[in-house]
């Protein structure tokens, strides 16, 4: 694969600067690292040509291992971008599925057998990760270390506490009213609106996502600081939060609904 190899180099070094302790580097295949810390990745393991790729040596063809460092954007030769070609994404995953699938490798070396199965289990997940533009936008932050795995829990947004304590209030009528047999009918006006309300807000927050991911591009494009990088950055780690405060809220007021 000879996709803009340039920036998987780049990207790799970045990101091996940027997040030496990340949980999410793929660490199955680390390649090894001579005594200044540099990954020694120049060179294919079999024919010793440098090698420029992410994923298999031009001279040789043989697979390698993964530069240390790389990353989802960086094993399908992309930049860190948050705007990605859909079709192009889905193209270039069936292209290395085919090609990194363990059964090319039946009658490889064992090293090579486990670079494979190693190799397709990695591109799943970041396939997986970096087709959906919201777990695209997180793992970016994961790996610039602005968001931990497994934190999902979120503080209500300040400028939404009066609305979400309403809204609570509203909720524990409807669960009283079912509790008591009174009538749900005249309750669940008021949270169709909260709801619809609480949904017209998570499209703001989408809006507003889609917008920081366009300056994040094009500070990219630029070769911004790394100051005003990590202002978008932290712009994006705030609206996603309140993005899955609210999912969360309009998710519990259907629930509550589907059940009077
Ligand atoms: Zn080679």
Not at 26 to 44: I, L, N
Not at 143 to 170: D, H, I, S
Not at 202 to 213: M, R, S, T
Request: proline residues 4%; aromatic residues 8%.
């Amino acid at each position: 694969m000879s996709a803009q190899p340039y920036y998987s180099q780049r990207l790799g070094t970045i990101c091996a600067q940027l997040c030496p302790s990340s949980d999410y580097n793929m660490s199955v295949t680390q390649t090894q690292r001579d005594e200044t810390g540099h990954a020694d990745s120049a060179k294919c393991w079999n024919c010793k040509t440098a090698v420029t790729g992410t994923h298999f040596c031009a001279a040789c063809g043989k697979i390698q291992p993964l530069p240390a460092g790389t990353d989802y954007f960086a094993f399908f030769g992309l930049p860190e971008k948050l705007s990605l070609d859909d079709t192009q994404l889905e193209s270039e995953f069936h292209k290395l599925s085919w090609k990194l699938h363990p059964d090319n490798f039946v009658r490889a070396t064992e090293f090579e057998r486990d670079l494979s199965l190693n190799r397709s289990s990695e591109l799943n997940d970041a396939y997986r990760t970096l087709r959906e533009p919201i777990s695209r936008i997180e793992y970016l932050l994961l790996r610039r270390g602005l968001r931990k795995e497994g934190t999902t829990k979120q503080p209500a947004p300040a400028e939404l506490l009066e609305e979400v304590f309403e809204l609570n209030e509203q909720l524990d009528e409807l669960r009283e009213a079912r509790a008591e047999g009174g009538d749900l009918a005249a309750l669940r006006a008021p949270l169709e609106a909260a709801q619809k309300n609480f949904q017209e807000k998570l499209e703001e927050v989408d809006a507003e996502l889609a917008q920081i991911g366009r300056e994040w591009d094009a500070a990219l494009d630029s070769v911004a600081d790394e100051a005003k990088q990590q202002a978008l950055l932290a712009r994006m780690n705030v609206a996603l939060n309140r993005r899955s405060y609210i999912r969360n809220l309009v998710a519990g007021v259907q629930k509550e609904l589907a059940e009077a």
